[in-house]
């Protein structure tokens, strides 16, 4: 667990100081009748953490995030997200409340408190983080998450103790498909939706008659992406002429690079993520593949950029949730990126919006639902409702509970293109993301119960 609790043990310890002070303890609160629990639990049922977790003057989210591991630069930055965000909701700041209208200070009256973990990139560690959070906690929420692996164990968890999960990032199909939970909404994007978007942009840039090789780490993410590439690609003419298959958070591609070199392939997709993506496009460079072959990383991490350097990154192709250059054209966008630059003197990245968004709206379809009641806040996300997000209107899908938010493709540009030192992406085209969403049963979600 984090040593830094921004004030959450003091915020713990005075909510269950009131608790004591009308004679409920955790315990007794648990016991207790729906109709003598304070006014706030309404003639709701007990259920998961409610009503005991909203009980005093504040609300806790446990964040489960990815400080360590292959993953970690993502999850660094999707802490920072989450602290922009709790910050301006305690604060009833103009940026959340364009966002969750019905925002005044904190979230119904209560300020929103909260505790990190690193989940280490690691299901499992993900996961008793998750339980801490909730029986120890109270937790209301938990999000965070990179590794799509990470983010259906830890919906499922959730699921199971009626806690809400939202995804950071997380771009298997599966999440929103066959894995999909009642209990858990994914803001980011299926990798389905990337694959529909970027083909069309590719084989236009680079051309219809292509011969593509792929490198895939072998786990959730990396399966569903390949299979997701695959289909778009061929559609558009591309030809598929191998894949190399390759453990999460591996450290020596050489052999992998030695089949691709010899694939007869002209185009690299890389469906690597993370420090794993920079790792395995540094080796690729090394062994003179991308002198050969263009670059396409499609679910494309704004690290990489930075990792790689323009001279390596150029002509790259991927999508992002986000990129901080859209100040230029959303004025949403610009109050973000100054806001994030004023508290953390860096520019925010897609894994920082992806987790602010997540808690303004949240705040909203809490706001909206008049309660925490877990049930009710869900069947507010399942209204369709549209709210202003930075680049677009937003919303979630019910039968899936996918989020839909408009992003873009970029390119890596020129060194001598380069306006700014962090200029490394020239926007290609903005995704229209309820254009490319898949059909809700395509990859088989069937939501659970409510109760």
Request: a negative charge; proline letters at 5%.
């Amino acid at each position: 667990m984090d040593t830094t609790k921004h004030n959450q043990s003091a915020d713990i310890d005075q909510g269950r100081r009131s608790l004591l002070q009308t004679g409920l303890g955790v315990a007794g609160a648990t016991a207790l009748s729906a109709a003598s629990l304070p006014a706030l639990a309404e003639d709701k049922p007990p259920i998961g953490n409610y009503p005991k977790g909203v009980a005093g003057d504040t609300v806790f989210v446990g964040l489960t995030l990815d400080l360590t591991g292959p993953y970690s630069a993502e999850g660094k930055d999707e802490r920072m997200g989450y602290e922009l965000a709790i910050e301006q909701l305690n604060a009833g700041a103009e940026e959340i409340r364009k966002i969750s209208p019905l925002t005044k200070k904190g979230v119904l009256g209560k300020r929103v408190v909260y505790d990190v973990a690193d989940s280490e990139t690691k299901p499992n560690s993900a996961v008793q983080a998750a339980m801490q959070f909730i029986s120890k906690n109270n937790a209301m929420l938990v999000s965070g998450s990179v590794s799509s692996a990470v983010a259906i164990a830890l919906q499922k968890v959730c699921n199971r103790e009626r806690t809400l999960y939202l995804v950071a990032i997380g771009g298997s199909n599966e999440i929103s498909g066959k894995d999909c939970q009642r209990y858990a909404f994914r803001f980011w994007y299926y990798v389905y939706s990337v694959a529909k978007a970027i083909a069309p942009v590719v084989a236009k840039s680079l051309g219809k008659d292509r011969k593509a090789v792929y490198l895939v780490p072998d786990y959730t993410y990396g399966h569903t992406t390949y299979d997701s590439m695959k289909e778009f690609t061929e559609k558009e003419g591309w030809k598929t002429v191998g894949q190399q298959l390759h453990p999460l958070g591996t450290k020596d591609y050489s052999s992998y690079l030695i089949n691709i070199a010899n694939s007869g392939a002209d185009t690299l997709v890389v469906i690597d993520y993370g420090a794993d993506a920079a790792n395995s496009i540094k080796q690729a460079k090394e062994f003179g593949i991308l002198e050969k072959m263009s670059l396409v990383v499609p679910v494309l991490s704004p690290f990489l950029a930075e990792e790689l350097g323009a001279e390596t990154f150029q002509g790259a192709y991927g999508a992002m949730a986000f990129w901080w250059t859209l100040q230029d054209r959303y004025p949403m966008v610009k109050d973000f990126v100054s806001a994030f630059e004023k508290k953390f003197n860096a520019k925010p990245h897609d894994s920082a919006y992806m987790a602010y968004m997540n808690i303004a709206l949240w705040a909203d379809a809490v706001e909206r639902a008049g309660t925490f009641y877990p049930p009710d806040v869900i069947k507010a996300y399942e209204k369709e409702e549209k709210r202003k997000g930075l680049i677009s209107d937003v919303w979630f899908r019910a039968a899936d509970h996918q989020g839909v938010a408009d992003f873009p493709i970029v390119r890596g540009k020129k060194p001598a293109d380069m306006k700014d030192p962090m200029d490394f992406c020239e926007i290609v085209d903005i995704i229209d993301a309820s254009s490319v969403l898949p059909p809700a049963d395509l990859f088989g979600c069937k939501l659970g119960s409510y109760v």
